[in-house]
């Protein structure tokens, strides 16, 4: 069968590709999914989109040629099953880190290693009700991204927490914080931004374009010490020493945003703070985490998370639909990046509905 994706022919370039895909080439651990729909990933994907993902100093296992394919977050329903599959079946809606494609082999359960990179992913596969929208589901790949920083804490209830950044996966940080139990102060220089930040019931917001950010988390933080913790969650290395400066006495800064783009100043400062004030530093990837709910000995798992962010979405306490800005054919996946690149205040989230493909 034709199966269609998007794909990166040159720099600022995305085209909706073709191919041929068939069940019989599924292997091991593998399912073939026909497409509902798809999140963008601004951050990651659009390091790919424009390849700021070449300046990144660690350039191990990522795709810098062209053609590249993209995505990451994908939800559809089950066409077939390879050999050892056994925990999804024909006719299942699942969330899988498939690639943005109509008909997509993804990787739903151990199996044999391969090198195809349509099928390079971990082994995953989310249930997903049929009463939870699309839109809604998909959100939770993101969240999965976010909630990164909430397990690498030391949260509780009542700390002061900070998230720079209120895009997708900065919004979804706050909200997930709020959820602990935490008072939330959601940073941004976009008033767009800000207002879906209100929208998704961030209680705390302020627009760091107005003044001196460090000054007002400091007032704000009532005793002019900062915050317990301060989440980046851009990937910029210059909002890394703001986020320092932010962080009080004992706290936790850390890194949700992956920095990419090289930055040349001087870091004494930053590391002094650190270092008289005992601050900690954490790095939250969301691949240091098992994927598999029973990894022995693990408290927290990749699964485990993605199951929690489903229920609280399902139940209304984690809010996705102010962020989805775009509902898009992948017809428009050009129009779509460059949105999400030069279009900030507008584009805050895309997600592609493959059923718009007829």
Same mark, same amino acid.
């Given at each position: 069968m034709k199966s269609h994706y998007v794909s990166f022919t040159a720099p600022n370039q995305a085209v909706l590709a073709e191919e041929e895909i068939s069940p019989d080439d599924l292997g091991p651990g593998e399912a073939l999914i026909r497409a509902e729909c798809s999140i963008v990933s601004s951050g990651t994907e659009g390091a790919g989109f424009t390849d700021l993902v070449r300046e990144m100093p660690n350039l191990q296992n990522l795709q810098l040629g &062209? @053609?590249?394919?993209?995505? &990451? /977050?994908?939800?559809g329903e089950v066409v077939a099953v390879g050999p050892e599959v056994d925990n999804v079946k024909p006719g299942d809606r699942v969330l899988t880190f498939a690639r943005h494609q109509e008909y997509a082999i993804a990787r739903v359960a151990r199996g044999k290693p391969t090198d195809d990179p349509r099928r390079r992913m971990q082994p995953f596969a989310l249930h997903v009700p049929r009463d939870v929208p699309g839109t809604r589901a998909v959100g939770t790949r993101m969240a /999965?991204?976010? +909630?990164t920083a909430l397990r690498s804490s030391t949260v509780q209830a009542g700390d002061r927490v900070v998230v720079i950044g209120l895009g997708l996966v900065g919004n979804f940080a706050a909200q997930l914080f709020q959820i602990a139990g935490a008072r939330v102060l959601g940073l941004d220089v976009s008033a767009k931004r800000v207002e879906v930040a209100r929208a998704c019931g961030i209680e705390e917001v302020h627009d760091s374009s107005r003044g001196d950010p460090v000054a007002a988390v400091r007032e704000w933080s009532g005793d002019g010490g900062g915050a317990e913790i301060v989440v980046e969650a851009i990937g910029r290395s210059e909002l890394v020493m703001q986020?320092?400066?932010? *962080? =009080?006495?004992? /706290?936790? *800064? +850390?890194?949700? /945003?992956? @920095?990419?783009? =090289?930055v040349t100043t001087d870091v004494t400062p930053m590391l002094t703070r650190i270092h008289i004030l005992a601050i900690r530093v954490i790095g939250a990837l969301e691949w240091t985490y098992p994927v598999p709910e029973d990894s022995e000995r693990a408290r927290v798992t990749i699964e485990r998370n993605y199951k929690d962010i489903l229920g609280w979405i399902r139940d209304g306490r984690l809010r996705v639909d102010p962020l989805i800005s775009h509902v898009m054919s992948p017809r428009d996946c050009q129009e779509a990046y460059d949105g999400l690149t030069n279009r900030k205040d507008e584009y805050t989230a895309v997600v592609f509905d493959w059923r718009a493909l007829g």
């Open positions: &062209y @053609p590249r394919r993209t995505g &990451y /977050g994908h939800l /999965g991204v976010a +909630i986020a320092v400066e932010m *962080t =009080r006495r004992f /706290g936790e *800064t +850390i890194l949700l /945003g992956s @920095p990419r783009a =090289r």
